[in-house]
């Protein structure tokens, strides 16, 4: 499967933008940061966004990329951003509000908004084109989810931003075998306790929940990464190489 990913660091001064995945020309999951490498002609193009979480690392560029599509999409084809209760109550309170940017869901109008909020829940599958996406629960500071991303017998599951929980490691399993996983891993190991806090994982932690399924997948992706610690956790990522490996994307 080629998911093409803009952005994979977890925060401003990495080598790329922030979290935003391109499954195809339409579909984005997150739009941070990396929505920012699409020329405008790519952003004119995408219909379908799913959101993992509120925080701004996942969705700063939203507001802006959807400006850009005014005279694109309309009430056949408006925009519809896909995410929990809780994501999408947060967009409506705290970012389409008329004081950090205006409601898309009123403009060009209330009968034809650019601009539509879709309500998601674990376990569904949501199916555009030949893809399908089942969101599932991750242990994070907010309510979040990480997807799975099914295409022609392939799945790649996005584990989003996590720290390490049981029921993550059930809910991973419970997607079935996998071909490629994506984990996050902000920390390296000596912040494990400001990990815990924040609900984000280190090299360690990636392992033991690695371990933790049923199932190996067969490539393992790492996205992320803190800039100011990003140098420890390659080495650390480095020294505890699972048998099948991990690549870091930067």
């Not at 519809?80 to 970012?95: F, I, K, N, P």
Request: glycine share 6%; aromatic share 6%.
């Amino acid at each position: 499967m080629n998911i093409n990913v803009l952005g994979a660091s977890g925060g401003l001064g990495g080598l790329t933008g922030t979290t935003c995945l391109q499954v195809n020309e339409s579909l984005l999951i997150d739009a941070g940061t990396g929505v920012t490498q699409l020329l405008l002609k790519q952003m004119q193009q995408v219909r379908h966004i799913f959101l993992s979480h509120s925080h701004s690392d996942h969705i700063c560029c939203l507001p802006m990329l959807l400006g850009n599509l005014f005279n694109v999409a309309d009430a056949s084809s408006p925009v519809t951003v896909y995410g929990s209760h809780d994501t999408l109550e947060a967009l409506r309170e705290h970012v389409f509000n008329w004081v950090i940017w205006p409601d898309m869901r009123e403009l060009p109008s209330k009968d034809k908004p650019l601009l539509r909020l879709q309500e998601i829940s674990a376990g569904e599958q949501i199916c555009i084109g030949d893809v399908c996406i089942e969101p599932f629960r991750t242990y994070h500071t907010v309510p979040t989810f990480g997807f799975a991303i099914r295409k022609e017998n392939q799945t790649t599951a996005f584990v989003a931003d996590t720290g390490y929980a049981d029921s993550v490691i059930e809910n991973i399993n419970a997607l079935g075998p996998l071909d490629d996983i994506i984990f996050e891993c902000s920390f390296p190991n000596e912040l494990e306790s400001v990990a815990n806090q924040s609900c984000h994982l280190t090299p360690q932690l990636c392992l033991r929940l690695l371990e933790g399924l049923h199932s190996q997948p067969r490539r393992v992706w790492i996205n992320h990464l803190k800039p100011d610690v990003a140098d420890a956790v390659h080495k650390q990522l480095r020294e505890l190489q699972p048998p099948q490996g991990w690549q870091v994307l930067l």
